[in-house]
């Protein structure tokens, strides 16, 4: 049994081939407006208790404003763990100095906070008068804000020209004086092409480079290998998971099977390899790559089994004579380049790709045809076995007129019998004696707007789908009828309204208001985020009848002491990377180890059972109790944490657990040991060594936490003191 350590990536809206922004919740929209002098951003900022937004601008020059303003905006994203990356720095250090041996003229695209810039121009040996010159191009306003200011103390401002562009924007004899000789690039993503690789190499051939430029990374070479893994299948078959429910409904009904679909993603997962690692595609950074590409191999089982994913990653040759190298593999191949246990990140993983249904049955020694397509930006996979005419086609085909793409960790709860049985009794006891009842289903989740309607024959249920909007009428539409149901009793109000009234209520007044809560496209929100119901029942006040039924009825904060040292190592302060001060972006990146006194990070989400090595202090405990069966108000709780084990405290898991019933009897958890939900975590500046009360004098037995939750921004304040 071999473990496949990768990870869901962040969520992220790319502007440009180089861009990753943060995460959608804060960040969903981007707009640059150039001046001579200056350069100006508009970025969406969304409040997620109420799905309203604002625009928030970020000026060039506005040093001080921004910083108040945006603290920590970049926590989010993958930037900190990416430069706490000491393997990848590393590397990037050797092959620079190799390949830049004098002065020359140097392109860095997308160059984040000027580290390779920095790299290349002290490889170059750049002084004042050199010759030398590093063109360093970065699209994203707010990391250019930063990269100014860590060029500027790391004291080579002269020898680095930052462009507030994408590289294909740029334009030689306007933005670089001349052709670079050297391209120095970390525009890679999990999959190696999503962040726009291919374009952007072939633009900066065409325009921006001499001919046979040297180039750091000089190749990189994608691999694959067949698994077997039962905890991926639930992650994508839907359809034989539902077999298994007894309530009688069908997301991916029989003959529909298209009308559902899931998103590409990365995972940690048990896995059992049914194949030899194979090599895929090779792209090199110093010529120009084609726009497509297709590769056809015949791959040999190792052993039996059922292949239900293709894992990739990649290798990257940094350096032209094939001497300094970096790999995402999985840390069960046998290969030199193979990160171990401590190299630990949460950046770049491996890529799951499911094959569909129950995946293609395989004996030891059998033949599997496998067929690898890539376009400009993304990678698609066919297999199917050499003496079988049936085709295992990756999920980038679809024949169905209409198909709603959810999260893998949505599917998989939506496919777990004794979540679905929760929900069931719940809504059930919630229906009891009503008679022609009005639901509205607060949130996005469209298997409680098909449950209500299958239990209540004479329910109307009323979908507000904040998210989903028109891609949760049409799916509905789509299966519907396939349900048993008629679509008449299924309504989405035309447009999102900040709250309804009668007359959208057709002068009925709201008998039951349920959600899951769930709400599309908010994947990498914080647990507490999703009070937005608590909001939304709020904003309802006015519609619901006196003897209401809302469900759930109650949000429970818990929180479990946690000792984390693999992502409190990859979130800890920057000071310095390969000799460059880098302390100046700790801030904004959200760094939250060894952090300054009376300075506190932000709590970050996290799938908890995907962070490296763990273990729980403490046993899980109550914080404090949200009641929605009154309007949204400012909590404050407070709760006593004594240490179960001993060892090493970076922090504390959070989470909540939803109440479904009046009676608390029906409680669906979403922590640390349920895998299909982030935590929050909030990790602490400095380690704490804790222990069982009497054992050792030096350990703290026992801390106190504090939480206050703000119903207007959705903010929930969390304090500590260890004792």
């Known amino acids: 049994m071999n473990t496949l350590l990768a990870k869901t990536p962040l969520r992220s809206l790319t502007l440009g081939p180089r861009f990753s922004s943060p995460d959608p919740v804060n960040s969903v929209n981007m707009m640059n407006s150039s001046a001579e002098s200056t350069h100006r951003a508009f970025q969406l900022k969304l409040n997620p208790l109420t799905g309203n937004s604002e625009w928030v601008v970020i ?74 010159m590093v063109t360093a191009c970065e699209s994203y306003l707010p990391m250019l804000k930063l990269m100014r200011k860590v060029v500027h103390v790391n004291g080579m401002s002269r020898n680095i020209n930052i462009i507030n562009k994408r590289s294909d924007e740029l334009v030689v004899g306007h933005d670089l004086p001349s052709r670079a000789d050297v391209l120095v690039s970390e525009i890679l993503d999990s999959e190696l092409l999503g962040e726009g690789l291919i374009p952007s190499l072939q633009h900066a051939h065409d325009m921006l480079l001499v001919e046979n430029p040297s180039s750091v990374p000089y190749r990189a070479t994608t691999y694959g290998q067949l698994v077997e893994s039962t905890s991926l299948r639930k992650l994508h078959d839907l359809y034989s998971n539902e077999e298994k429910a007894s309530d009688g409904i069908r997301l991916v009904p029989t003959g529909l099977d298209n009308a559902l679909s899931v998103k590409t993603q990365q995972y940690p997962m048990h896995c059992d390899a049914l194949s030899e690692p194979f090599e895929i595609f090779e792209f090199d950074f110093w010529r120009r790559p084609d726009s497509h590409g297709e590769t056809q191999l015949q791959i040999k089982t190792t052993e039996d089994g059922q292949v239900h994913a293709v894992i990739s990653w990649w290798v990257l040759q940094l350096d032209r004579e094939a001497t300094v190298f970096y790999s995402t593999a999985p840390r069960w191949i046998d290969s030199p380049f193979t990160p171990s246990s401590k190299d630990w990140c949460d950046h770049w993983k491996q890529c799951v790709w499911f094959v569909p249904s129950s995946g293609l049955s395989t004996c030891r020694g059998d033949t599997v045809l496998f067929k690898a397509v890539h376009t400009e930006t993304n990678i698609s996979y066919d297999l199917k076995a050499q003496d079988s005419s049936s085709e295992a086609r990756h999920l980038d085909t679809n024949d169905a007129d209409f198909q709603l793409t959810l999260p893998p960790e949505r599917v998989a709860i939506y496919g777990n019998k004794e979540w679905r049985l929760s929900m069931r009794t719940a809504v059930e006891n919630a229906l009891q004696q009503r008679l022609d009842p009005l639901c509205v289903v607060a949130d ?43 679509i008449d009793r299924l309504e989405v109000p035309p447009k999102r309204k900040s709250h309804l009234t009668m007359d959208d209520t057709h002068q009925m007044k709201v008998d039951l208001l349920i959600g899951e809560p769930y709400y599309y496209g908010n994947d990498g929100m914080l647990p507490w985020q999703n009070l937005h119901f608590w909001k939304e029942r709020t904003m309802l006040e006015s519609v619901l009848s006196k003897d209401v039924v809302i469900m759930p009825c ?60 763990k273990k729980e202090l403490s046993d899980s405990f109550t914080v404090m109790e949200l009641d929605f069966s009154k309007p949204i108000s400012q909590c404050h709780g407070t709760a006593q944490v004594n240490f179960t084990a001993e060892g090493i405290c970076h922090g504390f898991a959070l989470w909540i657990d939803w109440v479904l019933d009046a009676e608390n009897s029906i409680v669906v958890s979403t922590g640390p040991a349920e895998r299909y939900w982030k935590q929050g975590v909030k990790l602490l500046s400095k380690p704490v060594s804790v222990g069982i009360q009497g054992l050792r004098d030096e350990d703290y037995s026992r801390a106190v936490i504090e939480a206050y939750f703000d119903p207007i921004g959705g903010q929930l304040d969390i304090k500590h003191v260890f004792s």
Not at 66 to 92: C, G, I, K, V, W
Not at 93 to 113: E, W
Not at 445 to 468: D, E, I, N, Q, W
Not at 591 to 606: I, K, M, S, V, Y
Request: net charge negative.
């Open 554 to 613: 109650k949000g429970i904060l818990r929180a479990c002491a946690m000792s984390l040292p693999n992502l409190w190592k990859s979130h800890c302060c920057l000071k310095k990377i390969e000799g460059f001060d880098h302390v100046i972006v700790n801030t904004v990146l959200g760094a939250c180890g060894d952090l300054p006194p009376q300075r506190e990070g932000p709590c970050l989400p996290f799938y908890v059972w995907q962070c490296g090595e």
């Open 444 to 486: 996005d989740s469209v298997f409680l707007s098909l449950l209500v309607a299958h239990l209540s024959r004479t329910a109307r249920v009323m979908s507000l789908f904040p998210g989903l909007r028109d891609s949760g009428v049409q799916y509905l539409q789509t299966v519907a009828d396939a349900n048993g149901i008629s």
């Open 59 to 132: 000026d060039e020059n506005d040093d001080d404003q921004q910083q108040q303003q945006q603290e920590p905006l970049l926590a989010t994203t993958s930037y900190l763990d990416m430069l706490n990356d000491s393997r990848r720095n590393r590397a990037y250090r050797q092959a620079i100095d190799k390949t830049i041996t004098k002065p020359c003229r140097v392109l860095d695209i997308g160059a984040g906070t000027g580290l390779l810039s920095m790299m290349a121009a002290r490889a170059m040996g750049c002084s004042s008068d050199s010759e030398g």
